[in-house]
Nanobody
Framework: QVQLVESGGGLVQAGGSLRLSCAAS????????MAWYRQAPGKQRELVAQ???????NYADSAKGRFTISRDNARNTVYLQTNSLKSEDTAVYYC??????????????WGQGTQVTVSS
């Protein structure tokens, strides 16, 4: 069994910063891609940023220049540094990862989400 646990969300003023963390735990052999998604009220869940085990990254246009995704492979942890936050960044942020477990199957997992609220 694999779990993804997020932390670091909260309430911040516009222009501020937050650092989100997501740690994968359980019977893990290998973690491939790790990503952050977000879902605002009444909207679909959308990809914010993605990072692969080799370090290559993808960003949504809305995140480019303001957010930075990084990972610590030894700790199976992914981070999202969010800067210059805007009210439209308010959403529940979800961690997502492709994990190969001890049974050698590659599965996709989601965290429970962490709320980010940006006040204007």
């Amino acid at each position: 069994q694999v779990q993804l646990v997020e932390s670091g969300g909260g309430l911040v003023q516009a222009g501020g910063s937050l650092r989100l963390s997501c740690a994968a735990s359980g019977s893990i052999v290998y973690v491939n891609q790790m990503a952050w998604y977000r879902q605002a009220p009444g909207k679909q869940r959308e990809l914010v940023a993605q990072i692969f085990s080799g370090g290559s990254t993808n960003y949504a246009d809305s995140a480019k220049g303001r957010f930075t995704i990084s990972r610590d492979n030894a700790r199976n942890t992914v981070y999202l540094q969010t800067n210059s936050l805007k009210s439209e960044d308010t959403a529940v942020y979800y961690c997502n990862a492709d994990v190969r477990g001890s049974d050698n199957f590659l599965r996709n997992y989601w965290g429970q989400g962490t709320q980010v609220t940006v006040s204007s």
